[in-house]
């Protein structure tokens, strides 16, 4: 609905209501956060973009709620739309004195205001009413009638969100630049790393088994540490929403000169060491990286191992480097990197630094166990790429 002639709310008004949009509001949401999101890619695209991105399996048939702050006394179908955000239903688990749960979690995103209502406070009362909507929403078959946890991404820093119980988590990264076939001489000598396809990714990373015996570590780990643990499930549908993204660039030709990106990852069988990853684009062509989504490799238990674990890791990420240099990205990323995974990357760059980002893209996460008799310290544990949205 447009927005001029309108007498605005005030934000802490009564008669303001967070719902789920119409599929109408939906389309009218995307298109006024195109001015911020869209990229390089036109209006029209991005709206077909999204509404690609809402047909994968972990948004589609309720997977996904946009959600719009309006005036209750608005008619649906011509109502003003103050402010929008989007929520998305995520698997997770819940780990504490050696016991695990599946419980259900939300990760937010889209979070947006149309620049002429900003600086109303429409935001925050949206924040305010979010966190109320979402201890909830889509529990009804779950054994907790609360949901306990919701995570977000700030790109507004670290206050704004935390007023609302959004509090920031560790938010660091590496970076590493592409390698040339030419460059590729590493240090040490290395494993061969072979590359994934989307069916390679599911078995080696997101297979039952594989899932279950991260729900293990998690037990096992709140068993030798005490506090909660959680963790988003890092399922196959988080990866194909990703990969959805980049395949959508690659099938509309717009962005990569290529065909289908075909290789999602890569793995050292012999030493259960993997990773996948998904490209992204910025707002100009330079600003394109590789992020690696998720990583997977078993606690190394000797000197020894931990030397083979580290040079399979190694070599994932040189494999990594490469198809970056293939598809003409800017550089690789990972998130949160372990021990491990840093002194891999030492061995390919030993003058790698650790970004600790303090602006954007700052990993944050409500907790509302403490109201459910559980601690009040938690720990996130597989804050990876892989759950960002
Ligand atoms: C961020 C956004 C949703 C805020 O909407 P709003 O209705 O103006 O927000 P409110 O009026 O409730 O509150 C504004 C607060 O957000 C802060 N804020 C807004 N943009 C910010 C930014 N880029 N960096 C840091 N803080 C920011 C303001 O400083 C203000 O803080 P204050 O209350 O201490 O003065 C809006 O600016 C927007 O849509 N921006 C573009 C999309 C975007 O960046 N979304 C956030 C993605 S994580």
Redesign the pocket.
């Known amino acids: 609905m447009g927005s001029t002639n309108v007498t605005l709310p005030s934000?802490s008004s009564p008669d303001l209501i967070l719902v789920p949009a119409t599929p109408e509001e939906y389309i009218e949401c995307v298109r006024l956060?195109s001015a911020?999101w869209k990229g390089p890619l036109s209006r029209e695209l991005y709206v077909e973009r999204e509404k690609h991105l809402l047909s994968q399996d972990l948004t589609k048939n309720g997977g996904l709620t946009c959600w719009v702050l309006v005036d209750r006394n608005e008619p649906v179908g011509c109502r003003v739309i103050l402010?929008a955000c989007e929520s998305l239903q995520k698997r997770a688990f819940l780990a504490y004195d050696g016991r695990v749960e599946d419980v259900l979690s939300h990760g937010i995103g889209g979070?947006?205001?149309r620049s002429e209502?900003?600086?109303?406070?429409?935001?925050?009362?949206m924040m305010e009413e979010l966190g109320k909507k979402l201890e909830t929403w889509q529990a009804g078959n779950e054994l907790r009638k609360k949901s306990l946890f919701s995570v977000?991404?700030?790109?507004?820093?670290k206050?704004?969100y935390a007023r609302f119980g959004w509090i920031p988590f560790k938010s660091s990264h590496i970076t590493l630049s592409p390698t040339s076939p030419k460059e590729a001489k590493p240090r040490v000598s290395l494993p061969a790393a072979r590359p994934m396809s989307t069916e390679d990714v599911k078995k080696s990373m997101c297979s039952d088994i594989t899932i279950r015996k991260q729900r293990e570590l998690l037990r096992v780990t709140s068993e030798k540490c005490p506090g909660v643990k959680v963790a988003v499930v890092p399922n196959y549908e988080h990866m194909v929403w990703h990969w959805a993204r980049e395949e959508f660039y690659a099938k509309q030709n717009v962005l990569f000169s290529k065909t289908l990106p075909y290789v999602k990852g890569a793995g050292v069988d012999s030493q259960n060491v993997y990773c996948t990853w998904a490209r992204t684009v910025g707002e100009t062509p330079n600003s394109r990286t590789l992020y690696i989504l998720r990583w997977m490799y078993d606690e190394p238990k000797s000197p020894a191992e931990e030397k083979a674990t580290v040079e399979a890791i190694a070599a994932v990420i040189q494999r990594a480097q490469l198809e970056a240099y293939e598809w003409e990205m800017r550089d690789v990323q990972f998130w949160n990197p372990t021990p491990l995974l840093e002194q891999a990357a030492r061995i390919l760059d030993p003058d790698i630094t650790i970004t600790h980002r303090d602006a954007s893209s700052i990993t944050s996460l409500r907790w509302n166990g403490a109201e459910q008799g559980l601690s009040s310290d938690v720990e996130w544990m597989f804050n990876e790429k892989y759950a960002w949205c």
């Not at 600086?119 to 925050?124: D, V």
């Not at 977000?152 to 820093?157: E, F, V």
């Open positions: 934000a956060n911020a402010g979070v947006y205001v209502f900003r600086g109303k406070g429409y935001a925050g009362r977000l991404y700030s790109d507004i820093g206050t704004f």
